[in-house]
T-cell receptor, first 110, second 120 residues
Framework: RKEVEQDPGPFNVPEGATVAFNCTYS??????FFWYRQDCRKEPKLLMS???SGNEDGRFTAQLNRASQYISLLIRDSKLSDSATYLC???????????FGSGTRLQVQP | SAVISQKPSRDICQRGTSLTIQCQVD?????MFWYRQQPGQSLTLIAT?????????ESGFVIDKFPISRPNLTFSTLTVSNMSPEDSSIYLC?????????????????FGPGTRLLVL
């Protein structure tokens, strides 16, 4: 079983749609959680950290359910520029390297 | 945010040869990481490189195949040795956002632009 699992997609949505990505992780010792964004042929860049209380950054909302070991990302009012691969990332206590999910590809269409 | 550069940005190599990839950071960092991203896949950690000590390798990766140097707090190299077509991949270095990077967020990791390697 992979440590971090995501639906690979692709998710094809029209502009303005709301789209949600889910991610599950297997290591109960995981302590830090992130969503990264990777554009085609580019390096991954941090989109947002995910906190237990949930957090929002503009059109993006991230939530964490530790009991279910489940992370989500909600994108509202999708833009063409949101088209990318979204990577669910976790790390555990004392280990600063990141464990990546396989990524979910989003394609926002006009 | 940290500025990270990698050299070369891309290369095409013959099987059996070796390639050394350089990673340069614009400020001192304690930990540097090397990842691999194979075509259509996500990132996999190869090893963690600390200055002044041997690199720590992940399961499935060995020092003989991927020797790493970390001579100072701003620089590291990864060598892909005795290459085969299965080594065709993007190799990325990253640095931890902690450790004194000016303006960094505590939990961020910054990635270099990657080195795109094709082995024939």
């Amino acid at each position: 079983r992979k440590e971090v699992e995501q639906d690979p997609g692709p998710f094809n949505v029209p502009e303005g749609a709301t789209v949600a990505f889910n991610c599950t992780y297997s290591n109960s010792a995981s302590q830090s959680f992130f969503w990264y964004r990777q554009d085609c042929r580019k390096e991954p860049k941090l989109l947002m950290s995910v906190y237990s209380s949930g957090n929002e950054d503009g059109r993006f909302t991230a939530q964490l359910n530790r009991a279910s070991q489940y992370i989500s990302l909600l994108i509202r009012d999708s833009k063409l520029s949101d088209s990318a691969t979204y990577l669910c990332v976790v790390t555990d206590t004392g280990r600063r390297a990141l464990t990546f999910g396989s990524g979910t590809r989003l394609q926002v269409q006009p | 945010s940290a500025v990270i550069s990698q050299k070369p940005s891309r290369d095409i190599c013959q099987r059996g040869t070796s390639l050394t990839i350089q990673c340069q950071v614009d400020s001192q960092v304690t930990m540097m990481f090397w990842y691999r991203q194979q075509p259509g896949q996500s990132l996999t950690l190869i090893a963690t490189a600390n200055q002044g000590s041997e690199a720590t390798y992940e399961s499935g990766f060995v020092i003989d195949k991927f020797p790493i140097s970390r001579p100072n707090l701003t620089f590291s190299t990864l060598t892909v040795s005795n290459m085969s077509p299965e080594d065709s991949s993007i190799y990325l270095c990253s640095v931890d956002g902690r450790g004194g990077l000016a303006g960094s967020l505590r939990e961020t990791q910054y990635f270099g632009p990657g080195t795109r390697l094709l082995v024939l």
